[in-house]
T-cell receptor
């Protein structure tokens, strides 16, 4: 079975500090893509960052970066210089590459609160 | 890019009634997905379309659930004979192709069963 585990149900961080959200996943496939999505309270889910599993270089998008460890099946998200607008649920997800399967497989999410 | 649009935003109905939700994807996106999200959980995949073809429907929760995308544009998700356990947020997403193409989500339809 393909699963995503986010071991931190809730986290908090002070504004301007750095926080890391953990994610591990399980799949027997070798080709897949990994994503972090953000879901602010009562708002739609938006893509934060994505990583191709065949790339060793970790993806970076402005204040957001990942630490991708393929052998360990780990995909953590680091948020630098946290802002109040980063307060949201964060979901880790992956999708297999190729074939007819098209769906994202999500973890249960981590609720991040950024405190002033 | 006007985003993915879902209608209605909220639906309250009595147990046993049928409900239908609509999703309008981003216009140039050929893939459309339906997910269900319950409180405290991540989205759970239901079904998806490539153009008008429904490529995966085995994950629909029961035969009470069905989805259509008749002309490859908007899609509808219908739940017949609703049950208390159907109460959830129903999310629609669309993408330009599969794989690493990001899925863009709508605001969702929140279903409450009385």
């Amino acid at each position: 079975a393909q699963t995503v585990t986010q071991s931190q149900p809730e986290m908090s961080v002070q504004e301007a500090e750095t926080v890391t959200l953990s994610c591990t996943y399980d799949t027997s496939e070798s080709n897949y893509y990994l994503f972090w999505y953000k879901q602010p309270p009562s708002r739609q889910m938006i893509l934060v960052i994505r990583q191709e599993a065949y790339k060793q270089q970790n993806a970076t998008e402005n204040r957001f970066s990942v630490n991708f460890q393929k052998a360990a099946k780990s995909f953590s998200l680091k948020i630098s210089d946290s802002q109040l607008g980063d307060t949201a649920m964060y979901f880790c997800a992956f999708i297999l590459y190729g074939g007819s399967q098209g769906n994202l497989i999500f973890g249960k999410g981590t609720k991040l609160s950024v405190k002033p | 890019d006007t985003g993915v649009s879902q209608d209605p935003r909220h639906k309250i109905t009595k147990r046993g009634q049928n409900v239908t939700f609509r999703c309008d994807p981003i216009s140039e996106h050929n893939r459309l997905y339906w997910y269900r999200q319950t409180l405290g959980q991540g989205p759970e995949f239901l079904t998806y379309f490539q153009n008008e073809a429904q490529l995966e429907k085995s994950r629909l929760l029961s035969d009470r659930f069905s989805a259509e995308r008749p002309k490859g544009s908007f899609s509808t998700l219908e739940i017949q004979r609703t049950e208390q356990g159907d109460s959830a947020m129903y999310l629609c997403a669309s993408s330009r192709g599969g794989g690493n193409q990001p899925q863009h989500f709508g605001d969702g339809t929140r279903l409450s069963i009385l």
